[in-house]
């Protein structure tokens, strides 16, 4: 077993939420003691399929932390940075109860502050059990987060399209504007404001 797979202390961590034009950026972070059956990169999953993987990780890990970063961050540090900060406030719920040997991070770049060496695996969500789980958490909590939103900005289909740029989604803008979750700083909002 490499220490990749399943080794004590090995973080995976993915974000979710990146590009829509509204709501956070949520990330997980991971250890598994051993791959869990059924899981792999959350793209590949139905919905029905992430739920039930989301429950075996939470129930099966050995250790897994959420962070977000909301849409006030994203608009004041770009959501480069503001993806950064979610995934290491997720990593540091996991060092609170869990020692860390290495992060492995979905993608090409890795956050600075994390509290142990750390290395981008790119298609990480599809090669590393760890990643693959976080992939999953960040994914279902930020989709039930958009489905809360949803209810608390009705018209704009946030539970539908979960804030990504969807031809529903530019109607609604077009139609009712912007709300407090949609993210001024990306160019289909900021163009509705008129800048």
Known sequence: MTPSRGAWGVVGVDEAGRGPWAGPVVAAAVVLAEPIAGVTDSKRLSARSRE???ALIRSEAVAWGVGRA????????N???????????????????????????DGREIPDD??????????????????????????????????LLDEAYPGYGFGR???????????????????????????PVRRLLGG
Not at 70 to 77: F, R, S, Y
Not at 95 to 104: D, R, Y
């Open 52 to 54: 039930r993987a989301a």
């Open 70 to 77: 909301d849409v006030t961050e994203i608009d004041a540090l």
């Open 79 to 105: 959501i480069r940075r503001a993806t950064f900060l979610a995934m290491a406030r997720a990593v540091a719920v996991v060092a609170e109860t869990s020692p860390i040997a290495e992060v492995l991070v």
């Open 114 to 147: 994390l509290p142990a060496p750390a290395r981008p695996v790119v298609g990480g969500d599809a090669l590393e059990p760890a990643i693959s789980a976080a992939s999953i958490l960040a994914k279902t909590l930020r989709d039930a987060e958009m489905v």
């Open 161 to 187: 399209h979960k804030g990504y740029g969807t031809a529903e989604h530019r109607r609604a803008l077009e139609e009712l504007g912007p709300c407090p979750m949609h993210r001024r700083s990306f160019a």
